[in-house]
T-cell receptor, first 117, second 115 residues
């Protein structure tokens, strides 16, 4: 069965520092991978997605993620944190039982990012 | 382009009751998916509807049911509520169903508390 593991339920960085949120996945087929952000009292917003094209994926708000098959990882990074980046971030993999589409997403437990001034 | 909306925002029910949650998808989106997000967890897939028919289901019992209407609105119904049903319920709409990498657009969710 597929799964997603997000290392660190809470990450704290200073404003201007590098943001690194870790995600490892398990899948027996080439996966589709996603990062979503959830601000308080809001729904999930797609940051970026990997669909077997370029391994380095650029998303919105300056975020990017690199797919590394050998490490089964899809870590999310941003060179310089901004106060507005404080939110919860979810990594997700598409369920292979449904043809690898985004119809059924399997989410990690989330990482809450805090940004200190 | 309007976003995905959900109602109500918050809801309190007692064990054994029934509840209906509503979602309005983006215009033109034929697919709606529902997820349950327990406190401190990631969302879990409940089921998906495509053009008014159920198109797949996660590991949830039959007391979780849904409907999708031609006007891009949908419902999630939960019967015989249990304490563990307390969660944030999210709906997400997309143009296509499984088989595509189409983006899902999430609503803000309904927070259900079962006492």
């Amino acid at each position: 069965a597929q799964s997603v593991t997000q290392l660190g339920s809470h990450v704290s960085v200073s404003e201007g520092a590098l943001v690194l949120l870790r995600c490892n996945y398990s899948s027996s087929v080439p996966p589709y991978l996603f990062w979503y952000v959830q601000y308080p009292n809001q729904g999930l917003q797609l940051l970026l997605k990997y669909t077997s094209a370029a391994t380095l994926v650029k998303g919105i708000n300056g975020f990017e993620a690199e797919f590394k098959k050998s490490e089964t990882s899809f870590h999310l990074t941003k060179p310089s944190a901004h106060m507005s980046d404080a939110a919860e971030y979810f990594c997700a993999v598409s369920d292979e039982n449904y043809g690898g589409s985004q119809g059924n997403l399997i989410f990690g437990k989330g990482t809450k990012l805090s940004v200190k001034p | 382009e309007t976003g995905v909306t959900q109602s109500p925002t918050h809801l309190i029910k007692t064990r054994g009751q029934q509840v209906t949650l509503r979602c309005s998808s983006q215009s033109g989106h034929n697919t709606v998916s529902w997820y349950q997000q327990a406190l401190g967890q990631g969302p879990q897939f409940i089921f998906q509807y495509y053009r008014e028919e159920e198109n797949g289901r996660g590991n949830f019992p039959p007391r979780f049911s849904g409907l999708q209407f031609p006007n891009y609105s949908s419902e999630l119904n939960v019967n015989a509520l249990e304490l563990d049903d307390s969660a944030l319920y999210l709906c997400a709409s997309s143009l296509e169903r499984w088989g595509s990498t189409d983006t899902q657009y999430f609503g803000p969710g309904t927070r259900l508390t079962v006492l």
